[in-house]
Nanobody
Framework: QVQLVESGGGLVQAGDSLRLSCAASGRTFHSYHMGWFRQAPGKEREFAAAITWSGGSTYYADSVKGRFTISRDNAKNTVYLQMNSLKSEDTGVYYC??????????????????WGQGTQVTVSS
């Protein structure tokens, strides 16, 4: 089992940057693909970014491509989401999640086995 704890959210202005962290417990973190999802007020949760277990491949939603970067440090059991050029539409609760199956991480939240509690990101315009 993997427990995930996000941190790094906050209130920023449009154009600013934030780095989210997701710390994982357990010895098997390195075997999971990891994803970041987000949920804006009144909207469904959506895929933002994902990374393979090795860190060798990354995937992004079109809405964040070129602005967000996902990375991981398996030695520290941590996955990161660097968010640059933030926009008001990036506002929402950001969740990290662990996907233990498949050749590549899924863009569907239903494929993920473990979830963090979320961290709030608010971007003022």
């Amino acid at each position: 089992q993997v427990q995930l704890v996000e941190s790094g959210g906050g209130l920023v202005q449009a154009g600013d940057s934030l780095r989210l962290s997701c710390a994982a417990s357990g010895r098997t973190f390195h075997s999971y693909h990891m994803g970041w999802f987000r949920q804006a007020p009144g909207k469904e949760r959506e895929f933002a970014a994902a990374i393979t277990w090795s860190g060798g491949s990354t995937y992004y939603a079109d809405s964040v491509k070129g602005r967000f970067t996902i990375s991981r440090d398996n030695a520290k059991n941590t996955v990161y989401l660097q968010m640059n050029s933030l926009k008001s539409e990036d506002t929402g609760v950001y969740y990290c999640a662990a996907d233990r199956g498949g050749y590549a991480p899924s863009r569907s939240e239903y494929a993920y086995d473990y979830w963090g509690q979320g961290t709030q990101v608010t971007v003022s315009s």
